[in-house]
Structures are given as C-alpha cells and as structure tokens.
C-alpha cells in the first residue's frame, strides 16, 4: 500500500507564502511524476504543479512566476513553494504521485487533501 500525506495548508494574506509537503510512504519501488492539483469550490479540479522524476517541471499559467515545485527523491516528498498568493489561489490543494509498488505496476496515488485559504 501506498499513503501520501500533506501538510503545509492553512490560511495566509494576499501576498503571502506558504510551503506545502507531500510525503510518500509504503513499499515503494519507484516514483516518477509528482505533481500538485487543487480544486476551489465549485470548480474541477486542476493541475498546479508537476514534477518528473528528472526533474522537469511543468506549472499552470495561473501560477507560473509565483509557485515553485521540487521533489527530495531520498525522503519521496514532493514541495510546493507558493508565494505572492492571491484570493483566486484559495482551493483544497492535492498531492498526486505516479508510483511503482513491490506488486503492483505504475499507478496514481492521491493524497487527503490540505486546505488553503487566502483572506485578509
């Protein structure tokens, strides 16, 4: 089995930052992309941010020049650096990752969701 867990979320000013993480564990063989999506009420759900194994990364046109992502293979974790944020931004942001197990071949993993809130 395979869990990614975040943390980072909360509520932040315009303006301001926030760094979010995702961890993944279990009997982890390999991890290719990474990547984060978000989903604001009333809205599908979009990509944000990935990264692949190599370290190529592809980001949103809403949030080029703003957000940042990066992976730490060693720890499986996937970051999000999110500045300059903006009212718009708020939304429930997800990990997603793109993982090889010891019995099972490649598959999408989803984490649990963390909330950011951008509000004076």
């Known amino acids: 089995q395979v869990q990614l867990v975040e943390s980072g979320g909360g509520l932040v000013q315009p303006g301001g930052s926030l760094r979010l993480s995702c961890a993944a564990s279990?009997?982890?063989?390999?991890?290719?992309?990474m990547g984060w999506y978000r989903q604001a009420p009333g809205k599908q759900r979009e990509l944000a941010a990935a990264?692949?194994?190599?370290?190529?990364?592809n980001y949103a046109d809403s949030v080029k020049g703003r957000f940042t992502i990066s992976r730490d293979n060693a720890k499986n974790t996937v970051y999000l650096q999110m500045n300059s944020l903006k009212p718009e931004d708020t939304a429930v942001y997800y990990c997603?990752?793109?993982?090889?197990?010891?019995?099972?071949?490649?598959?999408?993993?989803w984490g649990q969701g963390t909330q950011v809130t951008v509000s004076s």
């Open positions: 997603q990752a793109f993982i090889a197990t010891m019995s099972r071949g490649p598959w999408h993993y």
């Open positions: 990264i692949t194994d190599g370290g190529i990364t």
């Open positions: 279990g009997t982890i063989f390999s991890i290719y992309t």
